[in-house]
């Protein structure tokens, strides 16, 4: 699909495959790392910094018609 990717990763994950994504888009794959592990970005402060990141990438978003 020619869509972005949005690829959210706990710097403690050890299996981040940023690769293996493209085969899935013709469109750009943009990585962001959140402090923790899989289960604590889910937590303060980890949600925090994905709260924030999630906002800004919907607002850049266009809304589809």
Known sequence: INAPIHYFAAT???????EYWKQ???GDIVFY???GDHFSIF????VTELSTIFSEILQLTPPKN
Not at 12 to 18: A, C, L, R, T
């Open 12 to 18: 403690e994950s050890k299996d981040i495959q940023k």
């Open 24 to 26: 899935f888009t013709s």
């Open 33 to 35: 790392e959140i402090e």
């Open 43 to 46: 937590k303060e402060p980890g």
